[in-house]
Structures are given as C-alpha cells and as structure tokens.
C-alpha cells in the first residue's frame, strides 16, 4: 500500500504544484483586464467568464510598448518620464536598481550570468556553484591580484542569495550552462546531469 501512495504522490506533487503556479499566474495576469473600461470587461460582453484574457491583453500591451520604444517619438517620450521618475525620492532609487538587473539579464548585453563557476563557500573545504557577474571599476583598481564578482544563489530559490569579489586563481569554471546550473540548484542537486541521464560518480581519495 505504501508504494502506491508514494508512485500516487511522485504523479499528483509535481502536477498540482504546477496546476498551482499557472492558477496564479492566470489570476495574476488577468488583474490586468481592471485597466480597461468597465463596458469593455470581457465578464461583461460574455454570459460567463473566460480564465486567462488577462495574457492576452499583457502581451498586447508588451508589444505595443516595444513597438513604441523602437521609434524616436517613443523613445523622447520615455526618455523625459524616465528622467522625472528617478527624481522621486525612494521610488527613483529602487527604480535605477531594478532597471539595471533587469537590462543586464534580458538584454543580452552584460557580462552577468555568462560563466557558471565553483568557488569556495561557505568555508575553505566545500565547494558551491557561483554565477559570474560584473566587477565594478573601482574594486578593480583597488585589488593587487585578479578578482571575480560571483552570485552565489541560495537552494531551492535561486533569486536569494550573496554577492562576493573571489579572487580568480581560487575559482573553477565549468562548461555547465547557467540553465543547467539554476536547474541543478532549484531541484537542490536531484535532476539528473541531461548529457548522461544520471550523475557521475565522486571518485574517493585513493581511488584510480
């Protein structure tokens, strides 16, 4: 009975945590449908409501500003918003924050997230999985030796984790791509290596 309700569990945890995930996501896309007028509302054109109109109306609204952004009338016009934003007190400063993590990430253009190394952490004998980030000028200057800025995600969140300068000689890097390593961290080390269908073997001190 036991192994029934174990193969049961193996089938429903992951499809209801999934079913969950989507649940929120719909409901939390479809908050945007609150921006149209209330007589253009799908519940109220239609006898009954339709889950998920909301994405349809945020991919409209991504794609419109895209289409915008990409001509010089829009960009003007973002340009003098932007400029006022991050003259409000608090709200630009959180803004200029979040802007330069998310231009770093989507745009394609930075160096962050380009390497996965191991570094030392959180002591001199283990070894943790680190993505390489971009070293600020000035820290550069101020260090004799080679140094590498390093985010090291906590498991199983990965968006939490601690922001170190690890000096270049005391790191390895690996050929793991940063999907293969974020994967390895979410499932805190239980998805398999995708090249060979399981992990490889650690070799014991001693071994040949």
Not at 106 to 135: C, I, M
Not at 162 to 179: H, N, P, Q, S
């Amino acid at each position: 009975m036991k192994k029934y309700l174990i193969t049961g569990l193996l089938v429903w945890v992951p499809l209801g945590i999934t079913l969950w995930a989507l649940n929120m996501i719909i409901g939390t896309m479809d908050q945007t449908l609150l921006l149209l007028p209330e007589h253009w509302h799908p519940d109220r054109l239609l006898p009954f409501h339709i889950p998920g109109l909301g994405i349809i109306l945020t991919l409209v609204v991504v794609g419109l500003t895209g289409l915008l952004m990409r001509n010089v009338f829009g960009q003007r016009i973002w340009e003098h918003s932007e400029k006022a934003m991050l003259h409000v007190p608090f709200v630009g400063s959180i803004y200029k924050g979040v802007k330069q993590v998310s231009d770093t990430l989507l745009s394609g253009s930075g160096n962050s997230f380009r390497k996965v190394l191991l570094v030392r952490y959180p002591h001199p004998e283990a070894w943790s999985l680190a993505f390489q980030t971009s070293v600020p000028g000035e820290v550069i200057d101020r260090m004799d030796d080679p140094y590498v800025a390093v985010f090291i995600p906590t498991t199983p969140s990965p968006v939490n984790g601690f922001y170190f300068f690890v000096r270049k000689a005391d790191t390895i890097e690996l050929d793991m791509t940063v999907d293969v390593a974020l994967r390895s961290i979410v499932s805190m080390g239980v998805v398999a290596d995708p090249e060979t269908g399981k992990y490889r073997a650690i070799p014991r001190t001693g071994d040949s």
